[in-house]
């Protein structure tokens, strides 16, 4: 799993895939309708495509909360690509690239069984468990 290639999505192909990636996390894989992981907030943020061997994995989007603080959403890495790091991979680049913007706080809402790979890689809880798309979230955040 070297060859991830992951960057800012610059064309429509490029958003296309990471909308398919959701797809077939959000919807397929865990049966959330298609109208509330494609909330009308996709035109106001930017998205994050990662390729392997040119086929997409893996994508996430950030919008910007504040000029200080960005918002991690929709993170998702086809399940046959899971457990490579292509998560982390991610949110890495993220990190990099809105600190480099200079955003210096970075939020998200987990899915509660996701809390703790977000807590390896620096994030706190922020407050009680809440449901969304009827599943269990935390409110998480970190200092970039």
């Not at 296309?16 to 494609?38: M, T, Y």
């Not at 996709?42 to 495509?49: L, M, P, T």
């Given at each position: 799993m070297d060859s991830i290639q992951i960057k800012i999505a610059q064309n429509k192909k490029?958003?296309?895939?990471?909308?398919?990636?959701?797809?077939?996390?959000?919807?397929?894989?865990?049966?959330?309708?298609?109208?509330?992981?494609?909330?009308?907030?996709?035109?106001?943020?930017?998205?994050?495509?990662?390729?392997s061997e040119n086929k997409a994995v893996g994508a996430a989007r950030i919008r910007y909360i504040s000029n200080k603080t960005a918002k991690l959403e929709r993170l998702a890495v086809l399940?046959?690509?899971?457990?490579?790091?292509?998560?982390?991979?991610?949110?890495?680049?993220?990190?990099?690239y809105i600190k480099k913007r200079g955003i210096e706080n970075m939020t998200l809402d987990s899915q509660e069984h996701a809390r703790k790979f977000y807590e390896e890689i620096g994030f706190k809880q922020k407050g009680k468990v809440f449901w969304e798309v009827n599943i269990p979230h935390v409110k998480m955040w970190k200092k970039i």
């Open positions: 490029e958003i296309n895939d990471a909308r398919e990636i959701r797809h077939q996390v959000f919807q397929v894989e865990q049966g959330i309708d298609s109208k509330l992981d494609f909330d009308g907030k996709d035109d106001k943020s930017e998205h994050v495509i990662a390729y399940k046959s690509y899971r457990k490579n790091g292509i998560g982390r991979k991610i949110v890495n680049y993220v990190t990099e």
